[in-house]
């Protein structure tokens, strides 16, 4: 079973920059389109940023021109730079991924696997 592991993630100061990244834990025929999700307590998760197997990237509204998704290493790995961070930015972030065909990027429905989850504070 392939797994999705992150790494990254902590704590910055508002204005300051942070790097979540994300590999398939195996090695895979397919390649997956990925993207990155964050959640807050009580709230619903919600998709930051994705990247398909062409490599054209989506971004949610509240997070472009700050937070960029790009390939790292392997095919199956992804990292999520976030810079000019603010507080509203504090979530739990989840890397997502998918082998079948995505048709809502940012939508949690369309992703199978599923990383472990990683906190980011920002701090005012």
């Known amino acids: 079973q392939v797994r999705l592991v992150q790494s990254g993630g902590g704590s910055v100061q508002s204005g300051g920059s942070l790097k979540l990244s994300c590999v398939a834990s195996?090695?895979?025929?397919?390649?997956?389109?990925m993207a990155w999700f964050r959640q807050v307590p009580g709230k619903e998760r919600e998709g930051v940023a994705s990247r398909d197997t062409y490599g054209r990237t989506t971004y949610a509204d509240s997070v472009k021109g700050r937070f960029v998704i790009s390939q790292e290493g392997g095919k199956n790995s992804v990292s999520l730079q976030m810079d000019s961070v603010s507080p509203e930015d504090t979530a739990m972030y989840y890397c997502?991924?998918?082998?079948?065909?995505?048709?809502?990027?940012?939508?949690?429905?369309?992703?199978?696997?599923w990383g472990q989850g990683t906190q980011v504070t920002v701090s005012s």
């Open positions: 195996e090695y895979s025929a397919f390649t997956y389109h």
């Open positions: 997502a991924a998918s082998r079948t065909v995505v048709v809502r990027d940012l939508q949690e429905s369309e992703y199978a696997l």
